[in-house]
């Protein structure tokens, strides 16, 4: 079964830099937008920036002019670049993405961000 997997989480300090990769771990075709989403324990799991395969891309308020969200056609890879990380940042980031009609989930990448 065909899932994303996420990569590149890790504690940061406040100020830093991360890069989250997001990955099929097969093939999958025609892949669509392809979105990130943060979920911090017991709140609601909210978007965070979104990428048309045509490039288009869209961010949350809270993020925007510090992270960059970018994708890799040919092997239907996103990442998102975060920079000028800040405490409020820290949550377990995830990718969805869609292909042929189906819905695609990462289980997730810790991101713990110190003050």
Known sequence: ?????????GLVQAGG???LSCAPSGSIF???TMVWYRQVSGQQRDLVATITSGGST????????RF?????????????????????DTAVYYCKTNSAGRMYWGRGTQVPVSS
């Open 68 to 88: 960059t969200i970018s994708r890799d056609n040919a092997n239907n890879t996103m990442y998102l670049q975060m920079n000028s990380l800040k405490p409020e």
């Open 17 to 19: 830099s991360l890069r």
């Open 30 to 32: 025609s892949v669509g």
């Open 1 to 9: 079964q065909v899932q994303l997997v996420e990569s590149g989480g």
């Open 58 to 65: 869209n961010y949350a308020a809270a993020v925007k002019g």
